[in-house]
């Protein structure tokens, strides 16, 4: 069955053409024989058409071109001497176009000695029939046609075989090349490189060294086919002016040549060695990066004394240049990998391979029946530290942080970083209820030590959550999500602290998910409104001031405590819309009240600590507001937690001096439940100070409740700040309080919240009394 012409060689294709052209061409010489019934031709001719003519066939079906190339050379020989005997000198001139086929069909040497031989007989066929001039200049011709195709044939052959390395070489470069945008491994695409290099210098050993990350010492990258003891040793050398061909290459990043390694000083420290492997001379070349840092070595060791030619090291480049090119790749491939799985700041896993690990966690957790903790970790109030010490700090703080996480947790532990200050903690294996508690109160602990910082110790603490697998939840997702409710609660309970997620977390974190579904439905529905608690003077119990409340009335849960949503609005930022519309609803409202009932007449508005971030701006923008609306700034007095004075005294002194400047007054809310010093009153510019209600209420005559609220009167006095005592429900509070100096009061005795008609309906009648 004969081969596909599109599967044939190039050599094929060729032969088949011209045994096809000289049957055409010599075919109409038959057929005029056969018409002249010249016998002799019709003898040559068809020896010719017939003989040329198998050829092909016998190329076609079987594609062995070497026997059928001879074949064909040596038929036409015989086919033309034939025709020379049969004819005459008339056929002497096809000896030319035959002596150069000659040369392609057949092997140089033996076309030679065919074509001298067929020079030789046709010359003694046909010597009679030329004349001595004539004869001479024909054989001259013939053997210079010999002579300059024998050349040709061998400058062509010597070319091919150029172009044949040339395509080895680069079939060889693309298959590295394959390989290394296939993003093989470096042990995979250095030993290629190795071995076809090796297959190009048969005499040759190759060995690539890398350079460490320390940039110090050489490591083996790849080196088959040099002895194990060898490779061994030469593993982590320090590289340095004269310390071997590849120590003094890596250093001076400059190509070492050593024709003998037995009498150079670069190997003076190694001979011995090189002399136990068999290794006579090696020739060094630095692999240079395209940063032009040098990455490693690429060294050529011979059996015998060695000087390379400009031909090896154009090789040798070519190999250096592939070998630079998977360096640089696997680099990259590294650097990738790194950023994709890796926290850049603190180096720890991220989010990504976090997940990885944890899925491999999971398996064998559940494989081995055994638990899996998980610790969710968020730095209490590091935003505190960015917006006040700057980001530079913030991220020294988490460098640090990731250290001390480390050094807590144990080596098959994972700590990861998942963004901003959230820490993720797995630990891995069977550990006990016990061990985890020492561990987190371990991390606990540490993470509360002060960070010194740029000269300065910096305080930020940590709240803890832990969730139990399978205990607590079975999927990664749910263990995280329950990991991150127990550490919410250890935020919500005071911070710095551990806690364990249980089944109540998840119940309140349903009503939590619920309370801020419904929260942002109410701003944009507005179901808030407010009520407003009196303010009044104890001796005479006239309504001077009012405390404004606000309070949610949903459509379907009913009354929602501030207590349950106050915290969550501040938490996910709504409580900024939400106290902007209580200042506009009761600046208006007292707008009403000043004009028609109380001249005098001050409502205080309950501020979120969210709201003095910025610089406070909302807040500072109320006084414009008042102005711009010609209610006057007294109108409005404003109340802070004493949390609030200690724990951001820079940004709120600001705001409270501006504020106080255009009319607005302040008071401290509940004094005496945080831990404000009375050192820090000083500081700040304070009208009011509201004793909080669990003083008032405990208060009879000889308690140390009454002493400590008349400390607090008597201190106010002297910085001359007045006092409103909160929660007074009976007369013996009351005149406890009178009795100590206080003068204003609020509380259920006095009045309780009032709608804004009721409280108008007090204001009317005070009126009216008066």
């Known amino acids: 069955m004969p081969i596909k012409l599109k599967q044939r060689t190039l050599e094929d294709k060729i032969l088949l053409a011209i045994t096809a052209a000289a049957t055409l061409v010599l075919f109409p010489f038959l057929i005029t024989s056969l018409l002249a019934h010249d016998i002799a031709h019709i003898a040559v001719d068809i020896a010719a058409v017939g003989g040329i003519f198998s050829v092909f066939l016998g190329v076609w079906f079987t594609s062995n071109i070497k026997l059928f190339s001879a074949i064909f050379a040596v038929l036409a020989q015989v086919t033309i001497l034939i025709g020379i005997y049969v004819k005459g000198a008339g056929l002497i001139y096809w000896l030319f176009p035959i002596i150069i086929a000659s040369f392609y069909l057949l092997p140089i040497f033996v076309a030679s000695l065919f074509n001298l031989l067929l020079i030789t007989v046709a010359c003694l066929f046909t010597y009679d029939q030329f004349d001595s001039f004539t ?51 470096l042990s995979k695409v250095l030993p290629a490189v190795i071995h076809s290099i090796e297959n190009e210098l048969p005499d040759t050993i190759c060995s690539i060294l890398l350079l460490d990350k320390t940039g110090k010492h050489l490591t083996v990258g790849a080196a088959p086919s040099l002895p194990e003891f060898y490779t061994s040793l030469i593993d982590g050398l320090v590289i340095g002016d004269g310390v071997g061909s590849s120590g003094t290459a890596a250093f001076t990043g400059k190509r070492v040549i050593v024709s003998d390694v037995a009498t150079h000083p670069y190997w003076f420290a190694w001979k011995v060695l090189a002399k136990k492997a068999n290794l006579a001379s090696c020739w060094s070349e630095p692999i240079i990066g395209n940063q032009g840092n040098v990455l490693g070595t690429f060294s050529l060791y011979h059996r015998k004394i060695s000087t390379p030619k400009s031909d090896d090291f154009l090789l040798i480049e070519q190999f250096v240049n592939l070998a630079r090119i998977a360096i640089e790749r696997e680099n990259a491939d590294q650097i990738i990998w790194q950023q994709a799985n890796f926290d850049s700041l603190t180096h720890l896993s991220n989010r990504n391979l976090l997940h990885e690990h944890l899925t491999n966690a999971l398996n064998n957790a559940e494989r081995d029946k055994k638990q899996l903790a998980i610790a969710m970790l968020d730095l209490d109030k590091f935003k505190d530290i960015n917006d006040s010490l700057g980001h530079g700090v913030g991220d020294a703080v988490l460098v640090e942080c990731s250290k001390r996480i480390k050094a807590c947790i144990r080596k098959n532990d994972i700590a990861a970083r998942l963004g901003g200050d959230e820490f993720i903690i797995v630990f891995v294996g069977t550990t006990t209820p016990e061990d985890i508690d020492k561990i987190a109160q371990k991390l606990s602990n540490s993470l509360a030590k002060p960070y010194l910082i740029q000269e300065k110790n910096i305080f930020c603490t940590a709240s803890i959550g832990l969730a139990f697998y399978p205990n607590d939840a079975l999927t990664i997702d749910a263990l995280l999500r329950n990991a991150d409710q127990a550490m919410y609660r250890a935020k919500t309970q005071g911070r710095n602290s551990v806690h364990y997620f249980t089944d109540n977390m998840r119940t309140d974190f349903m009503k939590r998910m619920e309370i801020i579904q419904d929260l942002r439905i109410a701003v944009m529905q507005n179901q808030f409104y407010m009520v407003y608690q009196p303010i009044v003077n104890l001796e005479n119990n006239q309504i001077i001031k009012a405390e404004a409340l606000i309070r949610w009335q949903h459509p379907e849960k009913g009354l929602i405590s501030p207590f349950d949503f106050i915290p969550i609005a ?23 009240w000043r004009n028609q009932y109380c001249k005098d007449l001050t409502i205080s508005i309950n501020t979120s600590p969210v709201q003095f971030k910025n610089d406070g701006q909302q807040i500072k923008s109320w006084a414009e507001s008042l102005i711009t609306r010609e209610i006057p700034c007294e109108a409005i007095a404003i109340e802070i937690t004493e949390n609030l004075v200690m724990e951001n005294q820079d940004e709120v002194v600001d705001v409270l001096d501006t504020i106080r400047e255009q009319g607005i007054a302040v008071s401290i809310d ?59 429900e009976t007369e013996q509070q009351k005149q406890l309080l009178i009795d100590a100096g206080c003068l204003l009061g609020q509380g259920y005795l006095l009045a309780k919240p009032l709608s804004h008609i009721d409280f108008e309906k007090l204001l009317i009648e005070q009126n009216k009394v008066v």
Do not use: H, P
């Open 670 to 728: 509940d004094f005496g439940t945080g831990y404000c010093s009375f050192s820090y009153l000083k500081n700040y510019a304070i009208d009011y100070l509201k004793i909080d209600k669990s003083f008032v209420q405990n208060m009879s005559a000889d308690n140390k409740d009454v002493a400590l609220c008349e400390a607090i009167i008597v201190m106010a006095k002297k910085l001359n700040i007045e006092v409103i005592a909160e929660g007074i």
């Open 135 to 185: 004869l001479s200049r024909i054989v001259g011709a013939f053997f210079v046609t010999n002579l300059f195709s024998m050349i040709f044939s061998m400058f062509m052959q010597n070319k091919n075989k150029q172009l044949l390395e040339k395509d080895k070489i680069s079939q060889l470069r693309n298959n590295i090349l394959e390989l290394i945008a296939g993003s093989s491994k």
């Open 570 to 592: 501040e938490e996910i930022g709504v409580i900024i819309e939400i106290s902007q519309w209580i200042f506009e609803e009761v600046s208006e409202q007292t707008k009403i």
